[in-house]
């Protein structure tokens, strides 16, 4: 058999196995949750530590992303002939259904997937996990059921933060660059605010974070090799949680957001 044709269904075999192993995970995971109230502590934990300390890198992207939006929007206006007094709704619109959510679900990738992925591989290939068994200790309730919670929950939450800081780059740079005034922007963002797109961002946000959560955990459960493997299913963890960020994101765009 040809070397391509093997490689290709090395490939493919194993794409098969990792769609498995990922549904194994999901059902322990969902199997774990009547056990949720001792892990409690856990999840309180994670939360803070996934989630609140994520909250400085989110200001930080979130006021640049507003502002580059801000004017982006503003030389696309000039292009086209656009009157200026939209930049509120146009911003408003893109930072609530888009870039709010996506942004915010690959930053947190970035920084929690990684490290998720990192911790429980390092825990796999010394062992740690497999001690944890020994004592009875069910690792998926111990170590998947409070990250995947704190990350379907945190995500959201971090969401709404981001939409606040983004308009607020946007109005700063609005103000400041474009000369529009503030009760323009914001009255334009008022009238383009829909109740049903700040909800399905949120609803965007909560899956981003669960699969975020899912996927770093199956990595780090599924790690070889000492440290090169830890390095290498980081790696992977990133960007297999980036790629299904961005394929779910269309999906939810089809469905949610009708044309």
């Given at each position: 058999m040809p070397s391509g044709l093997q490689e290709l269904g090395r490939l493919g075999v194993n794409f098969i196995r990792a769609i498995g192993g990922v549904f194994i995970l999901l059902y322990k995971f969902i199997a774990s949750l009547q056990e949720l109230h001792r892990s409690l502590g856990l999840f309180v934990h994670q939360l803070y530590l996934l989630g609140v300390k994520s909250v400085p890198l989110i200001i930080i992207i979130s006021i640049f992303v507003g502002a580059v939006s801000a004017w982006q929007a503003a030389y696309q206006f000039k292009f086209i002939g656009a009157p200026l007094r939209l930049l509120g709704h146009a911003v408003g619109k893109a930072v609530v259904i888009e870039l709010a959510p996506v942004l915010a679900a690959i930053v947190f990738a970035g920084r929690v997937g990684a490290g998720i992925t990192a911790e429980l591989g390092t825990m796999k290939v010394t062992e740690q996990i497999d001690a944890l068994e020994s004592m009875g200790i069910s690792p998926v309730r111990y170590l998947v059921q409070p990250r995947v919670l704190a990350c379907l929950f945190m995500v959201p939450f971090l969401v709404i933060f981001a939409n606040f800081v983004a308009i607020v780059g946007a109005l700063i740079v609005s103000i400041i660059g474009v000369a529009v005034s503030s009760e323009t922007f914001l009255t334009?963002?008022?009238?383009?605010?829909?109740?049903?797109?700040?909800?399905?961002?949120?609803?965007?946000?909560?899956?981003?974070?669960?699969?975020?959560?899912?996927?770093?955990?199956?990595?780090?459960?599924?790690?070889?090799?000492?440290?090169?493997?830890?390095?290498?299913?980081?790696?992977s963890s990133v960007v297999i949680s980036m790629v299904l960020i961005l394929v779910f994101n269309f999906v939810f765009a089809v469905i949610l957001f009708r044309i």
């Open positions: 334009g963002f008022k009238d383009s605010f829909k109740l049903s797109d700040f909800v399905n961002g949120l609803i965007k946000a909560g899956v981003f974070g669960f699969i975020i959560g899912i996927v770093g955990c199956y990595h780090g459960f599924n790690t070889k090799g000492g440290a090169q493997g830890v390095g290498l299913a980081t790696t």
